[in-house]
Structure formats: C-alpha cells, structure tokens
C-alpha cells in the first residue's frame, strides 16, 4: 500500500529555470509517492486484466481508496506550486483510466467504487476550474482533459467529458501548417518532445470519445488539419529532428525520453492501417512499452468505459 501524502501539495518546479533546461532534481523527490501510486494501481489493474484475479482488482481499488478517503489531490493552489497542479492532471488521468478497466470486476464493493469515483469527480473539477481561470492552452491544458474525459466517463458526468472533449478539439485547432503544436515548438530543447508528450493525451483522449460515439480521431479543424497531421509531424522530426529548426534553433533533446516516448501510436494504431503509419512510428511499435510515466499515466489494454448519462460501451482497446 502507497499510503497517501497529507498536508499541503508543494511540488518544486521540473525545470531549474523557465520551461526548459536542466531538470530540477529536486521534483524527484516530492513525485516519488504519487508515481508510486500509479503505478501500485495501474500493475494490479493490468494483472487482474491479465489473470482475471479477483484479488488483483480488490487490491487496486483499495488503494485508490485510501487516497480517496484521505482527500488527496485537492490541497493545491496552482498560484503556489503549478508543478502540483501538473502532478494532478497526470495522476488522475492513470487512475481515472484505471478505473475504467476496474469497473469490470462485479465483485468489487459497490460503496467502495462509488466513493473513489465521487473523489475523482471532485478531484477533475477542482483542476478543471483551475484552468478556466488559467486560460492555460498547452499540453497541461490536454492532460488534464484526458482527465476530465476519463473522469466524466466513469463518473456519467457531462459536463467533464464536453470540456475535455472541447480542449481536445482547441488542441487540433492550434495545429499549424505543417501539423505541430506551436507552443510546444516554444520548448527549444525539447520540442519533439513536448509534441509527443501533447499526443500522449490527446490520442487517449479521443479513444475515449469514440467509444461514446465521439468521432474525434476525424475531427477537423477550420484549417483542415486531424490529429493525424500532428503525428505525421512527430514521426517525420522524429526521423530528421533538422525539420524542427525552423521553430528552433536548439538541437533536440530526444535520446534521453523513455520507451513510452511513442506509446500514443498504440492507441492510434488501432484506427488506421499499419500501411498509414509513418515509420518512425512502425518502428517504436516495435518496442516493448513499459510505461513507467506517460506524463503520470499509462497504457490501458481493455476497459469497460460507461456512457455520459449510464449507457455502457465496452472501450480501451490497444495493441
């Protein structure tokens, strides 16, 4: 068991200085508990997908109720630590996905269930009227849409899954011409790294919202441009990070990003043709994916995902 932090959320910024640069060792430490966290959860959500274990499941969601009960999650001002503000939207997005899967196991406690998922409900909603006030538009603003949709999901709640939907579509609608995401080509070092890290929550996103009857994998922007122009464009910077110079002068920063760097295709893969990827992409497929952090979240194999409003549809099918 992961116990649950108490007290005020006080998360030293990832970066020494700015948005980019040398890493704040210092983050490390403070994030220690909440990545173990998702990852205690997301290991025994896999393994009951994995073994059907009811045990498995049990222990899952009971660690998610230890955190729901002790209120974690929502002792944060973004004014005071926006790094703690950015662990939410990750955390909560690997659990709120987890959960999903979990739902399938019937011999959960129902009072159990429905007490986590009312925390996480509370949680979204707290980092969603967050950004409304932040007016926040970058890959934060994506995640913790993943979140909301993911949440609003599990929890029948409307109003998350629109807004994230609606973040999801403001973030096809800032796709340059070329398909990348402007401010996250404003990352100099990192920015092939920032738009994958921008698909990472946007892509599950939209597998979300196609199990609920959402075309958003279709969607176009004014401009004309899909989710699929911002892949192309990561997997061609992928292949030859030189294209990235005319956003940047800075050599990219791409050896270092872990074997979740493309695990969005996983997700993608399953709505086009093999024959349509790119082969940057066709070639990190081929790894194994170990997902040790997707930016706090992980890759999801099945799960039962429930309509806004009480509909059920089966969702959450990856590779």
């Avoid at 946007?202 to 994998?217: G, N, W």
């Amino acid at each position: 068991m992961v116990e649950p932090p108490t007290g005020r959320m006080i998360i030293p910024p990832h970066y020494l200085k700015g948005g980019s640069g040398p890493i704040n060792p210092a983050e490390a430490g403070a994030t220690r508990v909440y990545n173990s966290f998702e990852r205690r959860v997301t290991a025994g959500m896999n393994q009951w997908l994995v073994t059907s274990s009811k045990e498995e499941a049990k222990c899952a969601q009971q660690q998610i109720d230890a955190w729901a009960q002790a209120a974690t999650l929502l002792n944060y001002d973004p004014q005071q630590s926006s790094q703690a503000w950015y662990q939410v939207e990750w955390t909560l997005s690997a659990i709120a996905i987890s959960e999903s899967v979990l739902l399938n196991e019937t011999s959960l406690d129902p009072a159990m269930v429905k007490r986590d998922i009312q925390w996480m409900n509370k949680v979204a909603h707290r980092s969603v009227d967050f950004d409304m006030e932040a007016r926040q538009t970058n890959n934060h603003h994506y995640w913790r849409a993943l979140a909301a949709v993911a949440t609003g999901v599990i929890s029948s709640d409307d109003d998350l899954f629109s807004w994230g939907v609606s973040a999801y579509k403001q973030g096809i609608d800032e796709l340059d011409q070329r398909g990348a995401f402007p401010q996250e080509m404003a990352r100099h070092e990192r920015a092939i790294h920032y738009q994958t890290f921008a698909l990472q929550a946007l892509t599950p996103l939209a597998a979300f919202a196609e199990r609920q009857q959402v075309p958003l994998f279709e969607y176009r922007s004014p401009s004309g441009r899909t989710v699929s122009d911002a892949v192309n464009f990561f997997a061609e910077a992928l292949a030859n990070p030189e294209i990235v110079k005319a956003y940047t002068p800075d050599t990219q920063l791409i050896t270092g990003d872990g074997p979740d760097f493309v695990a969005f295709a996983e997700f993608y893969s399953r709505h086009f043709p093999n024959t349509q990827l790119p082969a940057a992409l066709l070639k990190g497929l081929r790894q194994p994916t170990f997902a040790t952090r997707i930016g706090g979240s992980t890759t999801v194999i099945a799960g039962y995902v429930p309509s806004p409003g009480g509909g059920k549809n089966y969702g959450m099918e990856t590779q």
